[in-house]
């Protein structure tokens, strides 16, 4: 009896784990036998891996019984990146392959699809597999020489791309690679400029006159990835604004890059030979998406949605109420906790998804000035009200900045006024707030205000005396619920930090107020807007 074990990678969610491909060739009934707990086509990697060693590098041990475990066995597996694992652990069981023994296996891990000839296919997911092998100490890995550079980005990795399992059994037996060498890839790569939406290079907030309340709700909303969400007649710029979003956020750091990065992996969406993502992403599905492609799942395997691609990004959701219902309640999820869970039968996935969300709706459906002076509404009574009934309930409890977006003149009478700032200026206020929240949660698992709980704001962080109870008195009165009451605690500490203030007292608590009503009538104050405008 013959034994030899080769070390992959499962992936459940965004998360990866160690899996040990054990194969046992041995005399018996002559067969090959897959368990612990395989889908079809991980079912199927027994004739590719057996037509692969065939054809490229040896004989299947064809009069021998087969059998290939892949543990743990209560795991759910699925894909074809294992096939790797399993041609070389059979290659190292089988007493024919003498060049190659099962000591060869130790130490290292396998990624990648084998095909008829014997070579090496890119699969989805491969920085997030390497992420995970580094994390249970393994060191050197192989995975298709197209891949290399993404699975290289992880530190301390060498990686071997190749092209062929002959190319693998060659370096594994320190003989001569046929062909050409494997592409060894650095440890640690740098930075690179992929962002997944260039287009966003070429808008600057600088180009929006007027609108110094937005302007001022949108800068608060990027401090502490707010939620936020923007009405107003159509034409009166809410794309525009929330396009130029992106320009004001602070790079990604290396830790939430690998985390972004890695999503995209998953999904298949990362190009080839990219690097890391060094801006946040952007994403606007539109209204006709289903809830599949924002939200995540699909057919097979569990892939994660565009509101998880946009993570430590902007997710923008235009005509709103315009997406389908089973969209809409299922943003609750990831505007509340910062995550999505999928399950479909016995698979279950878990997401991250702590993006700034930004909803834009009209006023009514025909998008006229409704409720303003200077347009007429052609909806009905019937009709506003179906469309409004979309705006209500748990989702708008769940937002928490809601702006009006009213028409505007060029410079709004403001012809001696400075022009409008940058985007490079508004983030420069963005990372000094954001610098303060990773001061003050240095010792704690979140780093922004939008995602402290509750009960460690009042608790550690509470307000100023005269500002609680202020909000609490808005509690008493109806106009808040508990919910609600959390998410102005949270949007006073962010207005604090932007304006550098050490504590949020009360004028902060009557901004963060204002900045969470949807009423038109509530306005921010003119001090307010004054300094933004200046």
């Not at 194969?23 to 057996?50: I, N, W």
């Not at 089988?94 to 060869?104: N, R, V, Y």
Request: a neutral charge; glycine letters at 8%; hydrophobic letters at 40%.
């Amino acid at each position: 009896m013959a034994f030899a074990t080769a070390r992959s990678l499962a992936l459940k969610g965004a998360d990866g784990h160690v899996i040990d491909v054990q194969v046992d060739v041995s005399p018996g009934v002559v067969g090959t036998t897959l368990v612990g707990r395989v889908d079809k086509s991980l079912s199927e990697a027994r004739d590719r891996v057996r037509m692969a060693i065939n054809n490229d590098c040896g004989r299947w041990p064809a009069t021998k019984r087969v059998t290939v475990l892949l543990s743990p066995a209560d795991l759910p597996k699925g894909g074809t990146h294992y096939d790797l694992a399993i041609a070389v652990a059979v290659m190292a069981a089988d007493k024919k392959h003498d060049e190659l023994a099962p000591e060869h296996l130790e130490g290292w891990a396998f990624v990648g699809e084998l095909s008829v000839s014997g070579g090496l296919r890119p699969v989805p997911g491969v920085l997030p597999m390497v992420i995970a092998a580094a994390a249970h100490g393994i060191t050197r890995v192989f995975v298709p020489e197209p891949q290399a550079a993404e699975a290289g980005l992880v530190p301390g990795m060498t990686v071997f791309g190749v092209r062929s399992l002959s190319q693998v059994v060659a370096v594994l037996c320190d003989v001569e690679v046929p062909e050409a060498p494997p592409v060894v890839a650095p440890s640690a790569s740098p930075l690179t400029s992929w962002r997944g939406a260039d287009r966003l290079d070429d808008v600057d907030l600088g180009d929006l006159d007027g609108l110094d309340d937005v302007r001022y709700a949108v800068e608060v909303a990027a401090a502490g990835a707010h939620p936020l969400m923007l009405v107003g007649p159509r034409g009166t710029g809410k794309t525009s604004i929330a396009e130029r979003i992106p320009t004001i956020l602070p790079d990604l750091t290396i830790e939430q890059s690998l985390e972004v990065t890695a999503l995209h992996s998953v999904a298949g969406t990362l190009p080839e030979g990219a690097g890391l993502l060094r801006r946040p992403p952007w994403f606007a599905p539109h209204h006709s998406a289903s809830a599949a492609s924002v939200l995540g799942g699909g057919t097979g395997r569990v892939r994660p949605g565009q509101v998880s691609l946009a993570h430590h990004g902007v997710l923008f959701l235009d005509e709103f109420p315009h997406f389908r219902s089973d969209v809409i309640e299922a943003m609750r999820q990831p505007l509340e906790s910062g995550e999505v869970t999928i399950a479909r039968g016995e698979e279950s996935a878990t997401y991250p998804a702590r993006s700034l969300v930004v909803l834009a709706a009209n006023p009514c459906p025909c998008g006229n000035f409704h409720g303003l002076t200077g347009g007429g509404c052609e909806c009905s009574e019937v009709q506003r009200a179906h469309y409004q009934r979309k705006l209500s309930g748990p989702i708008v409890d769940r937002v928490d900045i809601w702006m009006q977006v009213r028409p505007h003149g060029p410079r709004s009478g403001r012809s001696f006024a400075p022009p409008p700032e940058s985007s490079a200026d508004v983030r420069a206020r963005v990372e000094s707030a954001r610098l303060r929240q990773h001061r003050r949660y240095r010792d704690c698992p979140w780093l922004l205000n939008s995602a402290v709980p509750g009960p460690a704001l009042a608790e550690r962080w509470p307000l100023h005396p005269a500002a609680q109870r202020l909000v609490e008195a808005e509690l008493a009165a109806g106009r808040l619920t508990r919910r609600g009451l959390t998410r102005v605690q949270r949007l006073a500490w962010t207005v604090a930090d932007c304006a550098d203030v050490d504590r949020p007292g009360e004028a902060e608590a009557r901004v963060a107020l204002v900045l969470r009503s949807p009423d038109p009538s509530r306005v921010l104050p003119a001090e307010v807007v004054r300094t933004v405008a200046s």
